[in-house]
């Protein structure tokens, strides 16, 4: 049945995909408040009851149902492709894959069957990986993905710009540098446990490690899809500080009026025990305690250019790094986590 023409002053309709996730539920919620009609797709309705109370339209199915991405794209304006799978133990490299890349590339065809006008594609900016050599690294830096995750969200990001090339659809990707904000549980080990004082340097820590507050990330999504000179590109972003872990800890105990951690130990042992740990627990599902990436975060350099999405795109982070840190361990405090 053919879409029915809107009326240019009827607000557009937008579509996250991945709208349960800490950072589609962010963009979802701003995106409301803008004035525009949003429509999140979820795997899990339970799961999605804020989303409705925010006056989110919700979608329940899988992103990989072509069907229910059929349905959900009715009358979308613009599509901004967070859906991911996020890594956990026993989850198989084909799962990655399969919402990854061919997920990604069912997406976009319908996106253009369905008269999608722009589609945003988040990938990470971990399709680097560690980037000492070529620090601080813009788009063109090499490519060193380190774990299964990373290597199929840069398979994704080919594939979503190829496609979209191929089915004329006005594409850009944008890699997020690692995401913090008030209720995000993925660095809550790092800012809660310095809080606790109960975080421990490995290494010397001198990697860099540049973040990006999560409503600055959301208004890189909004300047990629609405800039006409966008289409086809990459950008990178990420805040406007690189601090080393050192500094960075230092920070995070000043905002929690807490004394820094001192004590330091080396890395490889843990890096030995992460392995092993590994080889024991991931064949049984089990999720380990301890893991190789989660010990590389101590020794992988993380410190980018963003100069690209501030000269095409106007991004300009306005969350300073200290207040972001305030912002993030007052939430963590007041859900308890700390």
Not at 295 to 308: G, H
Request: hydrophobic share 40%.
């Amino acid at each position: 049945m053919p879409l029915t023409r809107r009326s240019s002053q009827e607000p557009r309709t937008v579509l996250v995909t991945g709208a349960a996730g800490f950072t589609g539920l962010a963009l979802a919620r701003s995106l409301t408040r803008r004035g525009q009609r949003v429509r999140g797709l979820v795997r899990n309705r339970k799961r999605a009851s804020y989303l409705e109370q925010a006056g989110v339209e919700i979608i329940a199915g899988d992103v990989r149902d072509r069907a229910t991405v059929q349905d959900a794209l009715l009358g979308v304006d613009t599509v901004y492709h967070l859906a991911a799978v996020f890594r956990r133990a026993g989850v198989p490299d084909s799962e990655y894959r399969s919402v990854h890349v061919d997920a990604t590339r069912q997406l976009v065809e319908c996106s253009a069957a369905a008269g999608v006008r722009r589609f945003v594609h988040c990938s990470t900016v971990g399709v680097h990986g560690d980037v000492e050599a070529q620090a601080p690294a813009a788009e063109d830096a090499p490519f060193h993905p380190g774990d299964i995750y990373q290597v199929t969200k840069l398979e994704g990001e080919r594939m979503a710009l190829d496609t979209a090339g191929r089915v004329g659809l006005p594409l850009t990707v944008v890699r997020p540098g690692p995401i913090y904000g008030p209720g995000d549980r993925r660095l809550l080990k790092l800012i809660g446990g310095v809080a606790r004082k109960r975080f421990v340097l490995l290494g010397d820590g001198t990697p860099h490690f540049q973040m990006v507050y999560v409503d600055d990330l959301i208004e890189g999504f909004r300047l990629a899809a609405d800039t006409p000179a966008a289409v086809g590109r990459t950008y990178i972003v990420a805040g406007g500080e690189a601090p080393t872990l050192n500094e960075l800890v230092e920070e995070i105990a000043s905002v929690a009026h807490v004394a820094p951690p001192r004590t330091r130990l080396p890395v490889w042992p843990f890096w030995v025990a992460g392995a092993i740990c590994e080889g024991v627990c991931v064949p049984l599902g089990i999720e380990p305690p301890i893991f190789r990436r989660r010990v590389a975060f101590f020794t992988k350099n993380r410190w980018f250019d963003t100069s690209r999405a501030r000269d095409e795109l106007g991004y300009a982070p306005k969350v300073r790094l200290r207040d972001g840190i305030r912002r993030t361990l007052d939430s963590y405090r007041g859900l308890g986590w700390v």
